[in-house]
């Protein structure tokens, strides 16, 4: 069975080829400016898929790793929370912690922290693309619940947050940052 990172990425992958036969439809007639077009759709497609590789669960992806683990150790009540920090030397974080109904919650920037950041660029047609994935964006408590299936599967999780932060937000993924916890008393 494929994981949601195999099936994003065939479902790209899928894309790609029909983008290719536009493409050569294109050139095959001489219109190089809708190729053009093509062939921009391509590569932002192969940087996706890429991106995507990058972040598959991978041993030996070790920020990755640690962000299971972290997911894993809080399921699990070993600790009471964490705070994830995409970007070094920045305050944009997502914090994870632990809800009375047994769910986890990731809690995002609110969208007007989002728009003061001057370490990235946010853009207000990010909305409707981070309500997509089921986040919510009220100021009070913005972020999005969610369940670590039984199996200890984080792939769903893991596949939110990648396309929150790199497909939408637009971070670098050579952006090196950090976890910290918060251990219970």
């Known amino acids: 069975m494929l994981t949601e990172f195999e099936l994003l990425i065939e479902e790209l992958e899928a894309e790609k080829l029909r983008l290719n036969e536009e493409l050569q439809e294109c050139l095959q007639f001489q219109d190089y ?13 192969e940087r996706k898929i890429d991106r995507l590789k990058q972040l598959n669960r991978n041993p030996l992806a070790p920020d990755t790793q640690y962000l299971v683990d972290a997911i894993i150790e809080l399921n699990k009540n070993r600790i009471k929370g964490f705070s994830l920090f995409f970007l070094k030397n920045s305050d944009f974080y997502l914090h994870f912690y632990k809800l009375p109904n047994d769910k986890l919650y990731c809690q995002i920037p609110a969208e007007s922290e989002m728009l003061k950041a001057h370490y990235y660029v946010y853009l207000p047609r990010f ?13 009070d408590m913005a972020g ?6 039984t199996n200890l599967s984080c792939d769903t999780i893991l596949t939110k947050l990648s396309l929150l932060m790199f497909d939408i937000l637009q ?11 918060k251990f219970h008393e």
């Not at 999005?144 to 299936?149: K, L, P």
């Not at 971070?171 to 976890?179: K, L």
């Open 33 to 45: 400016k809708y190729a053009q077009y093509y062939q921009k759709g391509i590569w932002r497609i």
């Open 127 to 139: 909305r409707k693309n981070i309500l997509s994935l089921g986040f919510d964006l009220h100021e």
């Open 144 to 149: 999005i619940e969610f369940t670590v299936e």
């Open 171 to 181: 971070v670098d993924t050579r952006a090196s940052g950090y976890i910290t916890k």
